[in-house]
């Protein structure tokens, strides 16, 4: 089990590094995971629990403390009792010895609570960095989209005051410019709306890096398409990474150490003594040798025994059940990944070279009087609203991979 979380924090270590070097208000995925897995109030406390299962560990180790008893008869009573002169003074020292290994046993299970203390540990971990991860996706998306509407905004305005400079020369309606600045106040709207979204997103990660007064001016990275997929076979092959399954191995071998520990408790255990004996009457000492056992009769302990059996058989029954949700969400995330790269790559493909083509050509026939200006917008806006739409479609593609990638605990290119 050790291994394999060595390998996962291997996997994720890249995403876990703080940068060097990084400009005030500027922040990288990288510096954003490194301060969400930093300061991730939960993330401490289940760390505190894995040491107070430490600390239990080492007390399951121990074995019982040994017991000394002194006893004196025939004192204080009358006659030739009432002194010390005939009294019988005994100390015995006893030792309960634990037998059917009920000690090793017992740190078995406490190993295997520490073991599910540290999946609980590291699933959490790789939840908090897929859900930082998609925040910054999502707010880099919206960060792209306002300096693309910026850049149409720009372009736009530079259009409006060119068709006013034609309505001053006579050359064409004033409704042009009207429809113009409709179109451009039209995208004004769009683009607060955009840096409202991307406020929120902001918010967002501030809060899941647990530093709300953070600046964040700009969000470094970038959007790349993804080259290649791997098949879904290969990705359900990984799937038993996650560590909500690797979790159930530790609690399959708890339950086994449990029921071990159990049906060792059937067996009674020992307890031996040695003793002294001082008669005082006859000037004499003595010593004394015992054990004693308890005798099984009624319990043997078989009610917990059965107990811990059928625990066994519902873990793994858990088990199945948390597999088979896993790979749905697998299967409808692959699904959902393979469709946006499909519309992207249509989009990349197809509908956008197209679009700018089309811009082009109108943008050429309206200077020749072949098209009119609320032509040559309409082909403006259209090809935005495409390289935005690929924009989102982007951003989308980014988002299911990183859960993907949660689901198989690994970074999939």
Known sequence: MHRVM???????????????GQTNGELTIEKAVSLAVQNNP???TLRYEIDALKAAKLQSGLMPNPEFEVEAENILGSKDFNGFDNSEITAVLSQDILLAGKISKRVKVAETNISLAEWDYETKRIEIITDIRKAFQQALAVQLLIEKNEELIKVSKEFVVNLQKRVDAGKISPAEVSRAKIILNSLRIDLNRL?????????????????????IDELIGELEYPV????????????????????YESEYDK????????????????????????????KANTFLVGASIPLLIFDRNQGAIQEAKIRVDQKQREYFSVKNRLTLQLNVLYKRLNTLIETAAQLNSESIPEAEDAFQII???????????IDVLDAERTLFEL???????????????????GLIAKEIN
């Open 6 to 20: 060595c390998i996962v924090f291997v996997l994720f270590s890249l995403l876990s590094l703080s940068t060097v």
């Open 255 to 282: 339950q086994t150490a449990i029921v071990n520990l159990e049906e060792s408790k059937a067996v009674p255990d020992l307890t031996i003594s040695v003793g002294f004996k001082r008669l005082n009457d006859a």
């Open 387 to 405: 390289q935005n739409q690929y924009l989102n479609i982007i951003g989308q593609i980014h988002s299911t991979q990183i859960e993907i990638e």
């Open 195 to 215: 840096k409202s979204e991307y406020e929120n997103y902001k918010s967002e990660l501030l809060s899941l890096i647990y530093q709300p007064d953070l600046t």
């Open 363 to 373: 943008k050429e026939g309206n200077l020749v009087g072949r098209f009119a200006i």
């Open 42 to 44: 939960e993330l401490k």
């Open 228 to 247: 290649d997929v791997p098949s879904y076979d290969s990705l359900l092959n990984q799937l038993t990474n996650n560590p909500k399954l690797k979790r």
